[in-house]
């Protein structure tokens, strides 16, 4: 397979994976709904066309997710190199995000990369990347579709779960006619909105309260109230268990704060790096921007980076670049 640049499509994409037997589905670090569900979704449409297949994930199937059907297909790349005839990547912005399994891949390369992040560097050899979609889902039922391969149940309730965690249980601004008709082909094919929805959004564990009670007692707005962040730390982990998994959809907490414009997560490794996540409640104000400037991507309402640094150093700069952000949309200073 050559490497080309153009705009593959479904049916193009579907003949490829025709030709071959052995399958990776592959996905990015500290997964969320949209990626896990698209590799089960993927991985079961392959099993069902006969091929032989393998899910990887770097961070395994995280306990919140544990109630997608099959999750047990979703595993930790081996310590060994292994040979497949064809690597797809889902959902994964970056070659760095799938956070080293292309160096348990033989080949080393990954053939088909399929995803919606606008910051998709590319790295595959077919590349299909539509940043129109609400989520990488919604381009995993199109894939279906226009090859006639049967979603069935349990590939409808995958797809339904990438299409809602990613766009907020259909609130946010990435909800789109296309993204609302699909979830309803879902629901007609097997996927149960209400225990799909508990499940997704009203399943957290304790410790997850505890760690967004300890995040929010250290809230700082700024800016006039339009600024508004947390840190996440070591000791907050500590002291409510929580794992990292359990991060997911905190910010969401922040954004919610009706004068909150742009909402800051911030979160030191133990190599000396901030993670840092942002969300935006403004078509003005595009954090995938923002985190381009630190190396890092996403959409326009909700990207993230990883930033070497102290944790001083490192907020001083984001929360600058947020604010050039803020006064370059018209957002007067406070």
């Not at 990435?174 to 508990?198: C, D, F, I, K």
């Not at 996403?298 to 952000?325: F, R, S």
Request: net charge neutral; aromatic share 6%; charged share 20%.
């Amino acid at each position: 397979m050559k490497s080309e640049d153009s705009n593959p499509t479904a049916a193009q994409i579907g003949g490829v994976i025709r030709q071959h037997q052995t399958f990776l589905v592959a996905g990015h670090v500290r997964p969320d709904g949209d990626v896990l569900a698209c590799q089960l979704a993927l991985g079961l449409t392959l099993q069902g066309l006969g091929k032989t297949v393998e899910v990887w994930n770097p961070d395994g199937m995280p306990h919140k997710y544990s109630f997608l059907p099959h999750a047990d297909l979703v595993q930790r790349p081996p310590a060994q190199a292994r040979a497949f005839d064809l690597a797809i990547a889902v959902d994964t912005a970056t070659r760095d995000r799938l956070g080293g399994i292309c160096d348990r891949l033989v080949s080393g390369s990954i053939g088909v990369n399929i995803d919606h992040h606008i910051s998709n560097t590319r790295y595959g050899k077919i590349n299909w990347i539509e940043t129109q979609a609400a989520a990488t889902g919604e381009m995993l039922y199109e894939l279906l579709h226009a090859n006639q391969w049967p979603i069935t149940p349990a590939i409808a309730s995958c797809l339904f779960v990438a299409l809602s965690t990613d766009t907020g249980s259909f609130r946010y601004s990435n909800t789109t006619p296309r993204t609302l008709r699909l979830a309803a082909e879902l629901v007609e094919a097997g996927a149960n909105v209400a225990e799909l929805s508990r499940r997704c959004f009203e399943s957290y564990p304790l410790a997850r309260v505890r760690l967004l009670q300890l995040a929010l007692a250290d809230l700082k707005l700024t800016d006039g109230n339009r600024i508004g962040r947390v840190w996440l730390t070591k000791e907050m982990y500590r002291q409510s268990g929580a794992l990292a998994e359990d991060t997911e959809g905190l910010i969401d907490y922040i954004r919610a704060i009706d004068s909150v414009v742009v909402a800051i997560v911030f979160e030191q490794d133990d190599n000396g790096i901030v993670r840092i996540s942002l969300r935006s409640k403004s078509n003005k104000v595009s954090v995938d921007k923002i985190a381009g400037q630190f190396g890092g991507g996403g959409h326009m309402a909700a990207a993230g980076a990883h930033i070497p640094g102290g944790p001083a150093v490192v907020e001083t700069a984001v929360l600058k670049a947020v604010e050039d952000a803020m006064r370059s949309a018209g957002y007067a200073a406070a």
